[in-house]
């Protein structure tokens, strides 16, 4: 029979031996270990569960989510990719297109360009729906052409000095109120999350003049609803030195870990590693040959948090893809 502590390991610990990984998976239903009460219950949830913001910006949030499983971790990272709602580029009327770009190819960039404005203001528009109302869509107009420019050297061969709005970018999409939505939005500045994004690039003659119609939608339906480019997770580290390390496996070993995790300390002329308090704010990194060519059971035990414990989260905000 496993002792209390090696059950408690087994429980909440995920272990990074030098053979492969133990206890990735969630055990701790009820019944399954004696002596334990694993039945739910949400008081004991809410007293236990946590969020730690880590960092947060305008297209990325980094968070500890404390006393959670993985399992429900991974959900949310699910619902974001695919469950909460945004603003996407749905239809594309094309009035005029002499750019090398088909329309085709043009509509499906103009949807996935990421738009800002809050889903929570308009309603999902009907299916069937062909005309959009003020309380379901966001229309976009995007009317440029390219001409050159008569103060250019003729020496130059520099697009940028040769031709005037020879690039398209996002931030030429502006704004057309439909209905009453000058008078529901009096402050809204409904725009792309991003004003660099390259759609086209076009010729002295070119030109692009298409209306955009934006409706809310997930991502379950279509990725370019999705408000998220990148949403992970993984399991908080739990780092334990067993032994002293001392010379120059102290040295290797801060080598084999990301910086701050590993601190030199000089103990009476001997050198010896210490872990940082650093740790559980940056997380780590292991490389591999740690694993290979040293005596990793005797020296160190590095674990992650499983159920009831640590899990870290990163979220970054929709771009478009280059």
């Not at 390991?9 to 694993?38: A, I, S």
């Not at 000058?182 to 809204?188: G, R």
């Amino acid at each position: 029979m496993a002792t209390k502590r090696g059950t408690g390991e087994m429980r909440d610990r995920v272990v990074l031996g030098e053979f492969g990984v133990r206890n990735v998976h969630t055990t701790d239903f009820p019944g399954n270990y004696p002596g334990y009460d694993d039945a739910w219950d949400q008081l004991r949830f809410e007293e236990g569960f946590r969020v730690d913001v880590v960092r947060e910006e305008d297209d990325a949030l980094e968070f500890d989510m404390v006393g959670i499983d993985a399992a429900i971790a991974n959900a949310f990272r699910r619902i974001l990719l695919a469950e909460v709602p945004t603003m996407a580029v749905e239809k594309v009327f094309v009035y005029n297109n002499t750019s090398i770009v088909q329309d085709e190819i043009l509509a499906h960039r103009l949807g996935l360009i990421p738009i800002r404005a809050d889903p929570r203001l308009f309603e999902y528009r009907n299916q069937g729906d062909e005309e959009g109302t003020e309380i379901d869509t966001l229309q976009f107009q995007l009317k440029i052409k390219c001409s050159r420019n008569p103060r250019a050297a003729k020496e130059s061969s520099d697009p940028n000095e040769l031709y005037f709005n020879h690039k398209v970018y996002s931030k030429h999409m502006t704004w057309v109120p439909l209905g009453n939505q000058t008078d529901l939005f009096p402050d809204a500045d409904f725009r792309p999350v991003h004003d660099d994004i390259l759609i086209a690039q076009l010729r002295p003659g070119q030109e692009i003049d298409v209306l955009m119609h934006c409706v809310k939608g997930i991502g379950k339906d279509h990725a370019k609803f999705s408000p998220v480019a990148t949403a992970s997770y993984r399991l908080l580290p739990d780092i334990a030195l067993l032994q002293p390390i001392e010379d120059e496996a102290a040295e290797l070993l801060q080598k084999c870990f990301s910086p701050g995790v590993i601190e030199i300390q000089n103990i009476k002329a001997t050198v010896h590693a210490i872990l940082s308090l650093v740790l559980w704010m940056s997380g780590c990194h292991m490389q591999i040959y740690l694993l290979m060519n040293w005596d990793l059971p005797e020296t160190l035990r590095k674990k992650s948090g499983k159920s009831s414990k640590c899990t870290t989260g990163h979220v970054q905000q929709g771009g478009f893809p280059s």
